[in-house]
């Protein structure tokens, strides 16, 4: 009998450290350290909260095309669902506001559910043939004018309440960090809603639809000013965390910082910057565990095979589109969540900056340059891609500078150089995506 006859058969052995891994999380890092040291500490730090909310959006986006193979290209809106979230759940309601028409606002809204409601039960329920159709066409054309006299009325009333200051309903007035969850939530219903109708389409059709809905949410967002006032933005969004006035107002922080010889000031500033960071590594951690125990378990394998081959897996009796939707309204809640995470840090709500460059395009990238079907991959791909997207602009301008210091002023050939610093972003993004494709198809941290 041989030595490994003794073994179970089931028994497996525990997976040796990846060398590589931990040497690609140590060289950005090193990128994260080197900007302190070269360029100020506060740099470095909101760079590297932005990256943690950035990972965590590679991290729902590797849910749904890692997992299963879900090209869903309308990340920005689920990200905007979030930060939504943020104004509805922690500003203060106005109370003029709600005084002047908040409740036909409610009952618009209510009123435009339930003529849709009528419309689906009509349709289950009553025989196939013209007076169904005629029922559709009353109930909806019926609601739909009923809808718009309670709703326009109560929009109108609403946006008169000094619009330059105020202009919409306002929020609950609740701890901001409750918005997170709450952003989640807010995703997954609207992933519920697309995903009960987009996902029966093929892939590139799905990809369109969610491109489609997340702009429809967009402008949603620009144009309602009842809801988060437009493209007013909203502002002063509550945060968990201390303002840098009070911890300088606060003597025994202004005693500790001149104790350590640091400048009260900017102390105050990296302080509330790290107590971001803490948070925001907590929820990081608590999501990459989740999803650790999810890919390993059967339900990971499951979804893998679905996505390796989705008619094998129907023969086996598996629910593909069942499951399907199970995972983009995961990912989803975690784009949301996100969103949320991302407006509570910046203290405000700007739907303007909703582009799909940056909540779309780039959010792909780090989850191809990371690794996809690979959690820490997607992770590390987050805090790769998001400091070269922040620092090389900067760094090609130096570069731009270097190259033409020999160069007379007014050339032409100079002044196009330096000019064209400000596409190094773009050019990066392109040249790296490039690379690891080729080098590296599977990404840096290639799914085991």
Same mark, same amino acid.
């Given at each position: 009998?041989?030595?490994d006859?003794?073994?179970p058969?089931n028994?497996? #052995?525990?997976?040796?450290?990846?060398?590589?891994?931990?040497?690609?999380? #140590?060289?950005?890092?090193?990128?994260f350290?080197g900007?302190?040291?070269?360029?100020?500490?506060?740099?470095?730090?909101?760079?590297?909260?932005m990256? %943690?909310?950035?990972a965590?959006?590679?991290?729902?986006?590797?849910?749904?095309?890692?997992?299963?193979? %879900?090209?869903? $290209?309308?990340?920005?809106?689920?990200?905007?669902?979030?930060?939504?979230?943020?104004?509805?759940?922690?500003?203060?309601?106005?109370?003029?506001?709600?005084a002047a028409?908040?409740?036909? $606002?409610?009952?618009? %809204?209510?009123?435009g559910? #339930?003529?849709?409601?009528?419309?689906?039960? #009509?349709?289950?329920?009553?025989?196939?043939?013209?007076?169904?159709?005629?029922? +559709?066409?009353?109930?909806?054309?019926s609601?739909?004018?009923?809808?718009?006299?309670?709703?326009?009325?109560?929009?109108?009333?609403?946006e008169?309440?000094?619009?330059?200051?105020?202009?919409?309903?306002?929020?609950?007035?609740?701890?901001?960090?409750?918005?997170?969850?709450?952003?989640?939530?807010?995703?997954?219903?609207?992933?519920w809603?697309?995903? *009960?109708?987009a996902?029966?389409?093929?892939?590139?059709?799905?990809?369109?639809?969610?491109?489609?809905?997340a702009?429809?949410?967009?402008?949603?967002?620009k144009?309602?000013?009842?809801l988060?006032?437009?493209? *007013?933005?909203?502002?002063?969004?509550?945060?968990?965390?201390?303002y840098?006035?009070?911890?300088?107002?606060?003597e025994?922080?202004?005693?500790?910082?001149?104790?350590?010889?640091?400048?009260?000031?900017?102390?105050?500033?990296?302080?509330?910057?790290?107590?971001?960071?803490g948070?925001?590594?907590?929820?990081?951690?608590?999501?990459? !565990?989740?999803?650790?125990k999810?890919?390993?378990?059967? !339900?990971?394998?499951?979804?893998?095979?679905?996505r390796?081959?989705?008619t094998?897996?129907?023969?086996?009796?598996?629910d593909?589109?069942?499951?399907?939707l199970q995972?983009?309204?995961?990912?989803? /809640?975690?784009c949301?969540?996100?969103? /949320?995470? +991302?407006?509570?840090?910046?203290s405000?709500?700007?739907?303007?900056t909703?582009?799909?460059?940056?909540?779309?395009?780039?959010? !792909?990238?780090?989850?191809?340059?990371?690794?996809?079907?690979?959690?820490?991959?997607? $992770?590390?791909?987050?805090?790769?891609i998001?400091?070269?997207?922040i620092?090389?602009?900067?760094l090609?301008l130096?570069? +731009?500078?270097?190259?033409?210091?020999?160069?007379?002023?007014?050339?032409?050939?100079?002044?196009? %150089?330096?000019?064209?610093a400000a596409?190094?972003?773009l050019?990066?993004?392109?040249?790296?995506?490039?690379?690891?494709?080729r080098?590296?198809?599977r990404?840096?941290?290639?799914?085991?």
């Amino acid at each position: 009998m041989s030595a490994d006859a003794s073994i179970p058969a089931n028994t497996t #052995a525990p997976r040796p450290p990846d060398t590589r891994a931990l040497l690609l999380f #140590a060289l950005v890092a090193c990128l994260f350290i080197g900007t302190g040291f070269a360029q100020s500490w506060n740099t470095a730090l909101t760079i590297f909260n932005m990256g %943690l909310v950035s990972a965590i959006m590679a991290l729902g986006v590797n849910m749904q095309w890692g997992y299963a193979g %879900l090209f869903n $290209v309308g990340v920005m809106g689920f990200v905007a669902l979030g930060g939504l979230a943020a104004v509805l759940v922690s500003m203060p309601p106005v109370g003029g506001a709600w005084a002047a028409g908040g409740v036909r $606002v409610l009952l618009g %809204l209510v009123l435009g559910a #339930a003529t849709i409601v009528a419309a689906i039960l #009509a349709w289950s329920r009553l025989p196939p043939g013209r007076m169904r159709g005629i029922a +559709m066409i009353v109930i909806l054309v019926s609601g739909f004018f009923l809808y718009r006299a309670v709703f326009d009325a109560g929009v109108a009333a609403v946006e008169a309440v000094d619009p330059a200051a105020t202009g919409y309903l306002g929020g609950l007035g609740l701890p901001v960090i409750l918005a997170w969850p709450v952003g989640g939530l807010l995703a997954a219903g609207a992933a519920w809603i697309i995903g *009960k109708t987009a996902l029966g389409l093929r892939s590139d059709y799905l990809a369109i639809a969610t491109l489609g809905i997340a702009e429809i949410i967009i402008a949603v967002l620009k144009n309602e000013d009842w809801l988060a006032r437009g493209v *007013k933005n909203v502002t002063g969004i509550p945060r968990p965390v201390p303002y840098e006035v009070d911890l300088q107002r606060s003597e025994g922080f202004v005693a500790f910082a001149e104790r350590i010889g640091a400048d009260p000031v900017t102390f105050s500033s990296i302080m509330v910057k790290l107590s971001y960071a803490g948070l925001f590594i907590i929820v990081l951690i608590g999501l990459i !565990w989740l999803a650790e125990k999810a890919l390993n378990s059967p !339900w990971g394998r499951m979804m893998r095979a679905i996505r390796d081959n989705e008619t094998a897996a129907e023969a086996m009796g598996k629910d593909v589109k069942a499951r399907h939707l199970q995972v983009f309204i995961l990912g989803s /809640a975690v784009c949301g969540l996100a969103g /949320a995470m +991302m407006t509570t840090l910046d203290s405000q709500l700007v739907p303007g900056t909703y582009q799909p460059l940056r909540f779309t395009f780039l959010v !792909w990238v780090m989850v191809i340059v990371g690794g996809s079907g690979n959690n820490w991959g997607a $992770v590390l791909g987050g805090f790769l891609i998001w400091w070269l997207w922040i620092m090389v602009e900067p760094l090609g301008l130096g570069l +731009m500078r270097g190259i033409t210091a020999g160069m007379p002023e007014g050339s032409w050939l100079r002044d196009h %150089l330096i000019d064209s610093a400000a596409y190094m972003r773009l050019f990066t993004m392109g040249l790296i995506l490039l690379l690891v494709l080729r080098f590296s198809p599977r990404g840096l941290i290639p799914e085991r």
